[in-house]
């Protein structure tokens, strides 16, 4: 079966930095989307950065410019790199992983299966 392990969280200042992995084994496919997702309390669980087996990424609009996610493929993990954190990048981060779906599916959380534990992150300001 799938597992996914993450780490990296933590608690930064404003304006921080950090990064988070995740590695991942025992999944079958040959293409796949894997990324994350992150929940705050009482908000719905939303997609954050989402790469594919054949390196296209995208991100949504609250990221673009400060998190930047990457892959290495020998090490079936992928890194999101969180520059200038802000108070409201606060929330569980969860890494989210299936077989290749169409990208404009990639930021629903209902098209994935399989979930990490999750890694929190806060920020203060």
């Known amino acids: 079966r799938v597992q996914l392990v993450e780490s990296g969280g933590g608690s930064v200042q404003s304006g921080g930095s950090l990064r988070l992995s995740c590695a991942a084994s025992?999944?079958?496919?040959?293409?796949?989307?894997m990324g994350w997702f992150r929940q705050a309390p009482g908000q719905e669980r939303e997609g954050v950065a989402i790469?594919?087996?054949?390196?296209?990424?995208r991100y949504a609009d609250s990221v673009k410019g400060r998190f930047t996610l990457s892959q290495d493929k020998a090490k079936n993990t992928v890194y999101l790199q969180m520059n200038n954190l802000q108070p409201e990048d606060t929330a569980m981060y969860f890494c989210?992983?299936?077989?290749?779906?169409?990208?404009?599916?990639?930021?629903?959380?209902?098209?994935?299966?399989?979930w990490g534990q999750g890694t929190q992150v806060t920020v203060s300001s």
């Open positions: 989210a992983m299936d077989v290749w779906i169409p990208v404009e599916w990639w930021f629903l959380a209902t098209k994935y299966t399989n």
């Open positions: 025992g999944y079958p496919w040959s293409t796949y989307c």
């Open positions: 790469i594919d087996s054949e390196g296209d990424t």
